[in-house]
């Protein structure tokens, strides 16, 4: 595999090794009896859920979990013997295709149980399904009370239907609020239990819960962040590599004299006579546009500021300090934070959001690499 196979100067590479890495440390983490849920969401936080899942599979991951019917078809059309839980709701009228797919589904009404099992039935089918409970999210899920635990039991009896897992989400505010939703969520537990209705996997953590909180992992964790390196938890320990990293080169160099601006609107200008170099990425490979005054970008070791407003697809930078710059020369765009490199806690810092949303917002424009043991092993373009 060659670097021209990329046809473009801006990509993304993803440490396959650091991806193994971490999913194997969230293993020994929960012990061999908690269920993993890799969460798999927007391609793999953008790192590319095809790419990644038998990685994860392999390593230690019970369970693939995506939000839409669509990543989840995506996933089985690959690998149609991983189990994948769609997280999010699915209209009724797609239900032939949860069941085509063999995709679990998650649920929080007894009529989309009661239209699930009638398609079940139809094409004698069993269908899999994990009932959400909202236990303060207010976001999915049935509210507990009285009327909720009559359908979850309705659905029980359900033809064709078969209750996997039942799970919630927490709101992560503060110990107080967390221990609530537990509690509530264990209330669930005993009357369902009362009532002889056994559902086999209780989850309620997702990454952060997941490690700071080992009395939540319960049945199962559903893990996202965590496998590619991001850390969010705060107590816990778990030693994690972040995977990915956001590369480019300098196409273009250019002298501009004193007072000269750069981009849109000149909101920068040279104080001294200088070299711009102009780098092919921009926000619509997924870099903030509200960089604009922050960004920086590391050439030679050296960091090196991003000058003028961030365009489509390309912006520039100022080569004052690293006059000896020429074309063709790497930028690394997001990297692990060593060696000067902006790690995506930072980026997540300066564009004012999360790490998540930096990484998710990644686009499909530039080429995923993947490496093993330092060597590119597979590039994924997505127009081609
Ligand atoms: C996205 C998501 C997760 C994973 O969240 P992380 O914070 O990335 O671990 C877990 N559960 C649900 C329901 C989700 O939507």
New binding site residues.
Partial sequence: MKHQDLLRETYIEINLDRIEHNIRAIREMCGPSTNI?A?V?ADA?GHGAVALAPVLMENGADLL?V?TLSEGIELKQHFPNYPVLL??LTRNEYFDDVLHYHLIQTIDTFEQAAALSQSAVKHKQTAHIHIKIDTGFHRLGFLVNEESIDQIEAISHLPNIVIDGI?T?LVLLDNKTNEEQFQLFLSVKETLDNRNIHIPCWHIA???A?VDYPQYRMDGI??????YG?K?FHKGELELRQAISFKSRINHITHIRAGEGVSYDFTWRAEKDTQIATLPFGYADGYPRNMHGKGWVTLHGKRVPIVGVICMDQCMVDLYEVPEACVGDEVIIYGDGSANTMSIQEAALLAETNK?DIVSRLTRRPPRVYTRKGEMVKVSHFFL
């Fill in positions: 849920g969460v969401k936080y979990c939000a997280m999010g799970f989400h997702d990454s952060i997941g559903r893990a996202g962040a965590i496998l991001l969010g998540n």
